[in-house]
């Protein structure tokens, strides 16, 4: 995929349709995909792709840690990832806490059309958020999804632990 489609926000890919598709379609594919693969293999997988396209992402923004603001740099991904751009989900927050970041995000396309208080891991959001820390701590971390009591809004938490 080159760079220039990556992060699209226009007509420039499809000019009938337009760049966006329903998200169900996209739940229609991870439904598929863990159906046929089972849920922790799919997971695996989805993950894997998504941390390759954070990865991407923060290679295409220029997003390095000379800010020393990790906060800072994520709100940049948030920009690409939120409402003016493809609108995969709102980075709400970010907090950089001794031995792991925790990121909370609003949204994230997994959830959708999921109820309150729904047990949805989101593989790909994770992965990408995940690719582009590591890409720009220029360090491994393993990701997690926090438990959420009430998922209010449809929103999630994920912690980064350095490995």
């Given amino acids: 995929m ?5 992060m699209s926000t226009s007509t420039t890919l499809r000019p009938t349709l337009g760049d966006f598709v329903n998200v169900m379609d996209y739940k229609a594919l991870l439904d598929g995909i863990e159906e046929n693969m089972g849920a922790k293999a799919a997971a695996v997988i989805i993950l894997a792709a998504g941390r390759t396209y954070g990865k991407k992402i923060a290679t ?6 000379e800010t020393k603001d990790l906060p800072s740099v994520l709100q940049r991904l948030n920009k690409s990832l939120g409402m003016e751009g493809t609108r995969m989900c709102v980075i709400e927050e970010v907090s950089q806490q001794e031995g ?3 990121v909370k995000v609003v949204e994230p396309l997994e959830m959708s059309g999921e109820t309150p208080g729904s047990n949805r891991l989101c593989p790909f959001t994770m992965g990408v958020l995940g690719g582009f820390i590591d890409q720009v701590m220029q360090k491994r971390h ?8 009430e998922q209010i809004n449809l929103q999630t938490e994920f912690e980064f632990t350095p490995l």
């Fill in 100 to 102: 792991f970041i925790r």
């Fill in 2 to 6: 080159s760079n220039n489609r990556m």
């Fill in 142 to 149: 393993q990701g997690r999804q926090v438990p959420v009591a």
């Fill in 60 to 65: 295409v923004l220029g997003a390095t840690l």
